[in-house]
């Protein structure tokens, strides 16, 4: 790693760690080593970090909590980003307003939002993403998504913070605005209703206990592999192809949810992405659906 640019970046906001493996920072837990893990604690010093990586031509990749990447055996070049300390805060600004930073869990929103009984977030209950990786991913569930409570979102371009509205974020399935673009998500505010705090507890706990029904929580996973198909589920047609349980070396299509990769132990990342390209071809060819996928690939 370049040394130059390792004392550039240091400062107490700052905490960097050289030669990490991602698989300690992806819910796979897979993930070859990056060659620098900065966490990134207040929006100044984060604009130090991209100002360096720029001017020490080092490539940079913002993550949240890993959930929704396959991060190469080879690992990551260049820096990985993670925004903590104040991208962690979750502040009350009105009856109906919660503005959350970029890096707070969606966990940590869904149980303040409960806890000052302000409802529609409860759709994200168990999605185990950050609020940045949210909002660029438009995470849903279970009927709904963050479209419909992102009012507004902050980011960095360039060094310069923007602010831009939840209508203008180009929201739908799996896809914002953010999009394979290279901007920072800083923090979202997000316009809920008020609702009795026994009510939202109950419908979070319903949430949950969908997901323990129906999905392999017990292993490390990137949730759903595949996007869900024009009129089809992904899950329900793997299974109808007999794809269930197939596995290559410790990466298996969940026994519980076909539409979910689970890693039994030391899969690498080119074992599961050699069970996805098998899926993919069995399906194309069993139904002529074109499975497409919903995780990352990163390095
Ligand atoms: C068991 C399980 C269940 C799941 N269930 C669901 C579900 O019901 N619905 C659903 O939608 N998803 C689900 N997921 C997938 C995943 O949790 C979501 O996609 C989540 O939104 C990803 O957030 P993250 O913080 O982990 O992002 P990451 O996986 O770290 O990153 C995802 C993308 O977001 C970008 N990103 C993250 N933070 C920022 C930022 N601050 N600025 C700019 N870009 C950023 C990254 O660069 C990357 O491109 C599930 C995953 C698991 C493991």
Known sequence: MNQEFLEAIKSDSVSIQTDEPMSLHTSFRIGGNTDCYIEVKNTNALVRVIDACKQYEVPYFVIGMGSNLLVSDNGIRGAVIKLTGDFDEIKKLNDTTVRCGAGAT??????????????????????????????????????????????????LDEGVVKEISGKALEFSY?????????YIILDAEMELAVKNKNEIFYLMQDTMDKRKKKQPLNRPSAGSVFKRPEGHYAAALIEQCGLKGVSVGDAQVSEKHSGFIVNNGKASAEQVKELIEKVRSVVKEKTGVELECEIKFIG
């Open 106 to 155: 969606l966990a940590a929103a869904c149980n303040f939002a409960k806890n000052n009984s302000m409802g529609g977030l409860e759709f994200a209950w168990g999605i185990p993403g950050s609020v940045g990786g949210a909002v660029y991913m438009n995470a849903g569930a279970y009927g709904g998504e963050m479209k419909n409570v992102v009012a507004t979102v902050r980011y």
């Open 174 to 182: 799996r896809h914002s605005f953010f999009t394979d673009k290279q």
